[in-house]
Each structure stands twice: as C-alpha cells, then as structure tokens.
C-alpha cells in the first residue's frame, strides 16, 4: 500500500514559479514510479512528469519540457515538481500518482495509488 499526500499549490502570476511536493509511505520496489498529473475543469487528466525510484529515470509531456523538473529527496520519501515560467494553461488541480509496475508512463490507468491533489492557479 501507498499513500501520497501533496502540497505546494496555490495562486501565482504568469512567469512565476511554484515547488509542489508528494510525501510517499509505503513499500518501494525495483520498478516503483512516481508521477504528476493534471486535470483542468472539462478535461481529462493528463500527464505532467514521472520518475522511476530506481536508476532515476525521468519523463516529462512535451508542454512542460525546460520548465517543470520532477526530483526526489530518499531521505525524506519525497517527490517535487519544480514548476517555472508558468503559463496560465498550467492552472488544474495536480495530482501525485504511485505504481509499482507501470508500462505506458503517461498513461494514468496504469497508476493504483493517488494523492488528493493540489491547486495550481496561473492568472495571465
């Protein structure tokens, strides 16, 4: 079992940035993923960036690549999502998502274990 918990959302100007954190518990493994995601309202989940616990393998959707970072603290089972330049449509609720066996990174099917999400609002 997993459980994800974020934090770090919250309202910014266009060009701003914004450090999201997903604190994990749990058991790990050799293929264990953790990954972002967003949803804005009428749309459907999509995904941000994703890293693998083990060799540190990471992925990012082509709308975030050069601005967003995905990072890990071991020490603290922490995952960040270090956001810059951001962009009014980067404003939606992003969520922490955990699997231990995932194939398709982007696909958030593959992903058993969520966060509540947080709230990211980009005003132009």
């Known amino acids: 079992q997993v459980q994800l918990v974020e934090s770090g959302g919250g309202l910014v100007q266009a060009g701003a940035s914004l450090r999201l954190s997903c604190a994990a518990s749990?058991?790990?493994?050799?293929?264990?993923?953790l990954g972002w995601f967003r949803q804005a309202p009428g749309k459907e989940r999509e995904f941000v960036a994703a890293?693998?616990?083990?060799?540190?393998?990471?992925y990012y959707a082509d709308s975030v690549k050069g601005r967003f970072a995905i990072s890990r603290d071991n020490a603290k089972n922490t995952v960040y999502l270090q956001m810059n330049s951001l962009k009014p449509e980067d404003t939606a609720v992003y969520y922490c998502a955990a699997d231990y066996s995932v194939v398709v990174i982007g696909n958030p099917l593959e992903y058993d274990y969520w966060g509540q999400g947080t709230q990211v609002t980009v005003s132009s």
């Open positions: 890293r693998r616990w083990s060799g540190g393998s990471t």
């Open positions: 749990g058991r790990t493994g050799s293929n264990y993923v």
